[in-house]
């Protein structure tokens, strides 16, 4: 469950041009190559996204023209966020010539003059949602800003195990360990290292960082029988400026810190000198990101 105090169906909106500009070229690259090949050759490709929020891939997706014929199962733990998805497609196919049909409340189809995509929106648990559908089931998952919030070595083998033979998984912003503030100020090293520790709490029973998702998931599933056939940053980096989205996006990683580690001593004097500096267009937030694009392998 989400325990932000700001509204984070606007987060993730704002989220989305943030991540557009952050996202790693060169995976989303490998992830479009073989997306393309994959749709030349068969009838449907059956993508399983977990965490889709409020259906911005999808969207990033059908903009890159990279949905063609499609089946596409986004899941998505929050209740409320599968009407804004709607309302969400429903305008990209307006402003695309797109026709949009909703077969029922959970079953959308966007058609176009070269394209269908039937997008099949379940809320609940992805990690429940696994051990109910068949192996074989997806070519693809994808996982957005999403795997460092799971239990990686728990639920990822039954996850991939949904995969066809030749499946696929992009995994992308996955935090990577660092949070920056600049200017630095008094207290900076104790808040970062708490606020990564937070994270690591999360599964203690788990040989598994989650703060360190982006630099553990490539070798992790190297050991699983998949090729990493790209990886690399994708670093949000956003300097606070008079323009309503970018200080608001900043506001709500302050929010969360803030919501975080709610105990930590020094944590209201620190916030009170970063809401000032951010107020003052004074403040550039850093945070290390990480991509990858990787194919099964194993026979
Ligand atoms: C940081 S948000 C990212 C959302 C979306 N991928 C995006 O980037 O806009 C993480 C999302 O994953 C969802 N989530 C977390 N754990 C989940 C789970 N086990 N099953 C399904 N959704 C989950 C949360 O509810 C939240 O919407």
């Known amino acids: ?19 557009d500009d952050s ?9 479009a190559t073989w997306m393309n090949s994959q749709q030349k050759n068969r009838a449907s490709l059956r993508i399983l996204e977990i965490g889709a929020g409020i259906g911005t891939m999808i969207e990033r997706l059908l903009d890159h023209e990279l949905l063609c014929l499609c089946e596409y199962t986004a899941v998505e733990l929050e209740s409320g966020f599968r009407d804004v998805a709607m309302q969400r497609l429903r305008h990209w196919a307006h402003d695309h010539a797109c026709d949009f049909q909703q077969i029922n409340s959970s079953t959308w189809l966007l ?13 609940g648990d992805a990690l429940q949602i696994a051990n109910q ?5 997806f070519d693809l998952i994808i996982g957005h800003a999403v795997i460092d ?15 066809t033979r030749e499946g696929a998984c992009y995994f992308s912003l996955n935090y990577a360990g660092e949070t920056l503030f600049l200017p630095a100020v008094p207290g900076d090293i104790q808040i970062f290292e708490a ?9 203690p029973t788990l040989d598994w960082q989650p703060s360190q998702t982006g630099n553990m998931l490539g070798p992790w599933l190297e050991k699983q029988g998949h090729c990493v056939l790209a990886e690399g940053a994708s670093n949000w980096e956003l300097q606070a400026k008079p323009a309503l ?26 916030l009170t000198i970063r809401r000032q500096q951010l107020q003052d267009s004074q403040l550039t937030f850093r945070a290390s990101n990480r991509d990858c694009f990787s194919l099964i392998t194993k026979d």
Request: proline fraction near 5%; hydrophobic fraction near 45%; charged fraction near 25%.
């Open 23 to 31: 996202l790693n070229k060169e995976v989303w690259d490998a992830m």
């Open 195 to 203: 606020y990564n520790n937070d994270m690591d709490k999360r599964f």
């Open 133 to 137: 559908t068949l192996p074989d089931s």
């Open 149 to 163: 919030l799971l239990p990686v070595p728990a639920c990822m083998p039954n996850l991939l195990a949904r995969l």
């Open 1 to 19: 469950m989400l325990r932000e105090s700001f509204d984070y169906v606007d987060y993730l909106e704002m989220k989305r041009s943030v991540d």
């Open 245 to 270: 989205t970018t200080n608001l996006f900043i506001a709500n990683i302050l929010d969360t810190i803030e919501t975080a580690l709610a105990t930590l001593p020094g944590l209201t004097e620190w």
């Open 111 to 123: 058609s176009g003059k070269q394209s269908k995509i039937t997008v099949h929106w379940i809320q």
